[in-house]
């Protein structure tokens, strides 16, 4: 394989005339040149790139760190490589991305989902196995229900199925793109008959006066003017309507909170997720409806403020 760039001093060396490439010397170049374009694991990425074109997990490039490639799996590779130099996200390129314990696909259809809401999906199991326990009908999982507003690929009511103590989960979302990726998703891990997807914004795709006793999203909140500032796999490649929410961030937010006290059974929990420097508002949104009790706020692996909780 041709070198994708022209390497300059400082790059790691190249194979001389006849030498091979191998699977050590191709991700230390590739690591080198991806971060060269900007990406922050450049390293990393190469091999899992290499690793999928190679069908081997990414640890065991390593125990064939000297083999040879052949030329056709070093032009996959390539082909990969000026993706991800592209800034298109590695999720989307490997067509799948871990979320707690299930594997999804990915694609542009849905945001990629991300180790925040994994702490979102936490809070709500915490809660349900303690504080909300007493809402369990009939012994463990008996007639607990939940609704993930804006569902994307699934993550938040596919993991709520399989980690979770609930009957039935409800999942929304205003694009049938992410629909039918949520759908796939539910076929993959056989959990199609206890998530039911509908297409609409919000609360619109609820029938009068249907109640859960989670109500947790993760929705639009980027402001409109920070668009500039989002790296280009966020800003280039994923879907605007998952990320944006009017100039402040807060026109899915806002509604959700105030809404969703109609569709929770009483001593129900609200868990939304929200950006940064947002949540403070969002728990006083909260707390002006006079219509939750023990609103709190949680933070994520970062140290910031990310999930709101409030029961109803």
Do not use: C
Not at 104 to 116: F, G, I, S, W
Not at 161 to 175: H, M, N
Not at 203 to 221: I, M, T
Not at 229 to 246: I, M, N, Q, S
């Amino acid at each position: 394989m041709d070198a994708p760039v022209t390497p300059d001093s400082g790059e790691p060396p190249t194979p001389g005339s006849g030498e091979p490439w191998t699977p050590l010397l191709l991700t230390r170049w590739s690591g080198h040149y991806l971060t060269r374009k900007g990406v922050e694991n450049g390293r990393l990425d190469a091999e899992l790139l290499l690793a999928r074109i190679l069908g081997l997990k990414r640890l065991d490039l390593y125990l064939q760190h000297d083999r040879p490639l052949l030329p056709r799996e070093l032009e996959s590779f390539k082909s990969l490589l000026k993706r991800r130099a592209a800034r298109e996200p590695l999720q989307h390129i490997l067509g799948t991305t871990a979320f707690r314990e299930l594997e999804l696909r990915t694609d542009a259809r849905a945001l990629v989902p991300r180790p925040e809401t994994e702490v979102l999906v936490e809070e709500v199991l915490s809660w349900v196995r303690g504080e909300g326990s007493g809402l369990l009908e009939g012994g463990e999982g008996e007639g607990l229900t939940a609704l993930d507003v804006g569902t994307g690929t699934g993550a938040i009511a596919l993991s709520l199925a399989k980690e979770g103590p609930f009957r039935r989960i409800v999942a929304t979302d205003p694009s049938p793109g992410a629909l039918a990726l949520a759908r796939e998703n539910a076929g993959i891990h056989g959990l199609e008959d206890r998530v039911e997807l509908r297409e609409g914004p919000l609360f619109h795709p609820l029938d009068g006066g249907e109640r859960f006793h989670v109500v947790a999203s993760n929705p639009p909140y980027v402001p409109e003017e920070e668009e500039e500032e989002l790296e280009p796999e966020v800003r280039d490649y994923e879907p605007r309507e998952a990320l944006f929410a009017g100039l402040r961030g807060l026109d899915v937010l806002l509604p959700l909170v105030s809404g969703a006290p109609e569709h929770l059974v009483e001593g129900g929990l609200l868990a939304v997720e929200v950006g940064l420097g947002q949540a403070r508002e969002v728990a006083r949104a909260a707390e002006d409806t006079g219509r939750y009790r023990e609103i709190r706020i949680r933070q994520d692996l970062a140290g910031r403020d990310r999930v709101v909780l409030g029961v109803a």
